[in-house]
C-alpha cells in the first residue's frame, strides 16, 4: 500500500524556524511535493523535490532523502500569515498525487 | 492571469438530484484532475485525464462520472447525491506529470 505520515500540527512563534517533516511508503516513486492550504482555499504548490538534496524557495526549502523515504520542509523567518495547513504528497507513475494528512501550523505572535 | 476557474463555488443540491460542477484552465495544461477534500482531511484523487484518456482511481464510486469536451473544460457529474458526498471538490491541472495547479474549489452541500 501506499502511506505518508506527517505531524498532525506545529506551532511556531513569529520569525522562528520550523521544520514539518514527512515520511512515506510508496511504489513507484517519483518525487514529493509540497502544498499550502489555507483555511477554505485551493492547496497551493510549493516546492518539489525529485532527487536527494535541499531545493530553496525563497524563506521555503524542502528536502528529500528517497533512501529513507523521508523529506522536509523548512520555513524560516515565520510570518502570521504562514498559518496554514501543509501537505506532503508523493508523486508516482502515471504523476499521481497522494497526499498526507497535512500539518496545520500555528504561528503566534 | 493563466488560471483554473471552477463553477459554481458554492453548490447546494438535494439528496439523491444530479448535480454538475465545472471546471476551466486557461494554461493550455493537457492533464486535468478531480480531487475530493473533506473536512480536515486530504484531498483524494477521484480521477483525471491525460489528454483524451479517462483515468478513474479503483476506488471512486460508480456515482461520480467525468467529462472533458475539449482541453479547456472538465466537468464532475454526480448521478445520485449522498449526505456523505458533501465536501469540496477541487480540479487541478498539470503539463504531463508536472506541477499541479489546483483551481478554488466547489464546497458541496447535499441537504
Known amino acids: 500500500g501506499q502511506s505518508l505520515e506527517q505531524p498532525s500540527e506545529v506551532t511556531a512563534v513569529e520569525g522562528a524556524i520550523v521544520q514539518i517533516n514527512c515520511t512515506y511508503q510508496?511504489?513507484?516513486?517519483?518525487?514529493l511535493s509540497w502544498y499550502q492550504q489555507h483555511d477554505g482555499g485551493a492547496p497551493t504548490f510549493l516546492s518539489y523535490?525529485?532527487?536527494?538534496g535541499l531545493e530553496e524557495t525563497g524563506r521555503f526549502s524542502s528536502f528529500l532523502s528517497r533512501s529513507d523515504s523521508y523529506g522536509y520542509l523548512l520555513l524560516q523567518e515565520l510570518q502570521m500569515k504562514d498559518s496554514a495547513s501543509y501537505f506532503c504528497a508523493v508523486q508516482n507513475q502515471g504523476g499521481k498525487l497522494i497526499f498526507g494528512q497535512g500539518t496545520e501550523l500555528s504561528v503566534k505572535p | 492571469d493563466a488560471m483554473v476557474i471552477q463553477n459554481p463555488r458554492y453548490q447546494v443540491t438535494q439528496f439523491g438530484k444530479p448535480v454538475t460542477l465545472s471546471c476551466s484552465q486557461t494554461?493550455?495544461?493537457?492533464?486535468m484532475y478531480w480531487y475530493q477534500q473533506k473536512s480536515s482531511q486530504a484531498p483524494k484523487l477521484l480521477f483525471h485525464y491525460y489528454d483524451k484518456d479517462f483515468n478513474n482511481e479503483a476506488d471512486t464510486p460508480d456515482n461520480f462520472q467525468s467529462r472533458r469536451p475539449n482541453t479547456s473544460f472538465c466537468f464532475l457529474d454526480i448521478r445520485s447525491p449522498g449526505l456523505g458526498d458533501a465536501a469540496m471538490y477541487l480540479c487541478a491541472t498539470s503539463r504531463d506529470l508536472g506541477e499541479q495547479y489546483f483551481g478554488p474549489g466547489t464546497r458541496l452541500t447535499v441537504t
Open positions: 510508496t511504489s513507484g516513486f517519483y518525487g
Open positions: 523535490n525529485a532527487l536527494d
Open positions: 494554461l493550455n495544461h493537457n492533464v
